[in-house]
């Protein structure tokens, strides 16, 4: 057996051990609106799919039970929706400062239901999620460039659903972010994607696509709910037992956990990189070899650096 044959077996065990450990954490006993994609009822089935397909539709299992009944629309959504004046990333934002949550806001603008009258179309479900985040994260980090900025380098850490991730703030006089992901390829060899966006923002859409929007979104959020500034690097890893993607979703939830936590306070980016990565299989210096903002930080000088 070929090294790679040996690498794919090993892939589809884990794969059934990941559904073993985590499918009471994704299933649930009934389907509604507010249910993520990758949600599924009772045992989890592996269907299979040919060579051309790249993003599973994810699992598929019988449903037990199944809830019909009227509901009432919230009336900051019919307001939106009513209103044809008013354009897809206002509606958006005024939702989400409603208490609308982005999984609903991020339907409403597949379905074609904000934006001006004329203008309302159908958007696929992804680039719908992608808009919701990038649009709502944007008009946080306008806001939170007027903070002051945090005054230690802070570690936030969180795994879930076969993910790590790893949340670094740094002090800063600018906003700053960067995203790296790192994961094995089929060959066993790492394989990383990265991007990264200045006070000025992201000029091109991301390397690693919606993303890099959904772990931004987690990011603004509990910078704009403490009133601090930073430089912000989110390291994700995912780890082999992570075979089918499950959504944009359960990063920006994973980030959202990771920032819900106690953060590590350190003095020195040395010993906060030392924290970040201990466990991880992926190390210091490969997380850091096509990070900009690590070389930003690195580059930067203190007062006391001159006295």
Known sequence: MSAVENIKKRLEQDWFNFLKTNSKKLSTNVINGASPPSVFVGPANIFSASKDVTTPSMLTAPVT?????????????????????MKSTEAMIDL???????SQISKILSMGMIGRKKSRKLVPTRWGISAADQAISARLIEETKHFPGVDSFMAFTYSHLANRYSVILSPASEWSFEMVESWFDINGNIAQGSDYEDSRGLKHYPQIAGAYFAGRLAVAEYLHKVRRLAAVLIFREIL?????????????EGVRMAMRGRPETFNDFKSLLGFVTMGSSVSISEWLRNSRLFREIKAQKKISDWI
Do not use: T
């Open 96 to 102: 989400y400062q409603k208490g609308i949550s982005i």
């Open 240 to 252: 082999p037992e992570y075979v089918f993607p499950l959504g944009v979703w359960q990063i920006r």
């Open 65 to 85: 039970n199944f809830i019909s009944y009227q509901i009432k629309a919230d009336r900051h959504i019919e307001r939106v929706y009513n209103d044809g004046d």
